[in-house]
């Protein structure tokens, strides 16, 4: 006997559910949480010209450019005597660890977050529009890069010059550590007297009719293709508390829906919206 024909029908109906259950985390609560964040304005920044007349030439690098004496006078490079350490990637952990040498003992985060902005900062600034080469002789990638690392101190200084730092609030949330996931496959067998209806996409055999409207919604997700799997939030023990107008609240959604591209949808069906379903929706991205 499967699972569907052990259903009873009579004034009591049960619900259970088959294999394949859809998985959330289970989340606590959501907190606000008031981190540093470093900060620069693009549209503030000044452009910095990098004038290869005026970038002398290091004793290292003399033999692969031909011995010329500044980036201005160099007409070929030998790439057999030029020293490893000219990709891109490296010149930005470069001028990052230097920015970072400058900021660490005054940043009031940790360390980590600290190093992985910069490398973000570094790293836009160098592809940006904000740093000038006049030279279309050395706007070639190789020699771009040549010429930033012999300015690597000037870029370093421009960009922490328009960095700033300041507060910023995230909201986070806080997961249950003894029972961090949840999945329609854990749901009990419940008892109802309200009536019931099949379901055929639905991991919870069957659907109970709480509202016209969640009966709609269940109609149309039966019949969307888009729609692989969904189920009813009743007795799944899906919710998110948020705190509303100094007062701890709790979302639960109507339904849990698995579409297509993976994505999971936690839907509440609304007649109209307010101040507080936006709180909720904010809270809900922070938790799902």
């Known amino acids: 006997m499967n699972a569907r024909s052990r259903f009873r029908s009579s004034s009591v109906f049960h619900a259970y ?3 394949d259950p859809d998985k959330w985390p289970n989340v606590l609560r959501v907190e606000t949480v008031v981190k540093p964040e470093l900060a620069i304005d693009w549209c503030k920044v000044q452009p910095l010209v990098l ?13 692969a450019l031909g011995g010329a ?8 490079i030998d790439l057999e005597k030029l020293p490893d350490g000219f990709r891109l990637q490296r010149l930005v952990f ?31 600034f160098l592809n940006s529009d904000r740093l000038d080469i006049p030279s279309l002789f050395h706007s070639d990638p190789l020699r771009r890069r040549i010429l930033i ?13 328009n960095v700033t730092e300041q507060n910023t609030e995230r909201l986070t949330p806080v997961f249950d550590e003894e029972n961090p996931i949840g999945a ?26 709480d509202s016209a409207w969640e009966g709609h919604a269940a109609n149309v997700f039966e019949k969307r293709e888009d729609v692989l799997a969904y189920a009813k939030n009743d007795h799944l023990g899906f919710q998110i508390y ?47």
């Open 17 to 19: 559910h088959f294999a």
């Open 51 to 63: 004038d290869p007349a005026s970038t002398p030439i290091s004793a290292e690098l003399a033999p």
């Open 69 to 76: 004496t500044d980036m201005g006078k160099v007409t070929a």
């Open 94 to 124: 470069q001028a990052a660890r230097k920015a970072f040498a400058e900021l660490s003992h005054g940043f009031t985060g940790t360390h980590e977050y600290l190093a992985a902005q910069l490398v973000r900062i570094v790293e836009a």
């Open 149 to 161: 690392a012999l300015n690597i101190d000037l870029v370093v200084q421009h960009v922490l010059s």
């Open 184 to 209: 329609t496959g854990l749901m009990r067998t419940w008892y109802t007297t309200k009536p019931c209806f099949p379901t055929t996409k639905s991991h919870i055999s069957h659907l109970v009719g």
């Open 242 to 288: 948020y705190m509303w107008a100094g007062s701890r609240r709790r979302y639960v959604p109507d339904f849990l829906v698995r579409l297509a591209g993976g994505t999971i949808l936690a839907l509440e069906i609304k007649g109209t919206d307010s101040p507080q379903n936006v709180t909720v929706r904010s809270n809900r991205s922070a938790a799902v």
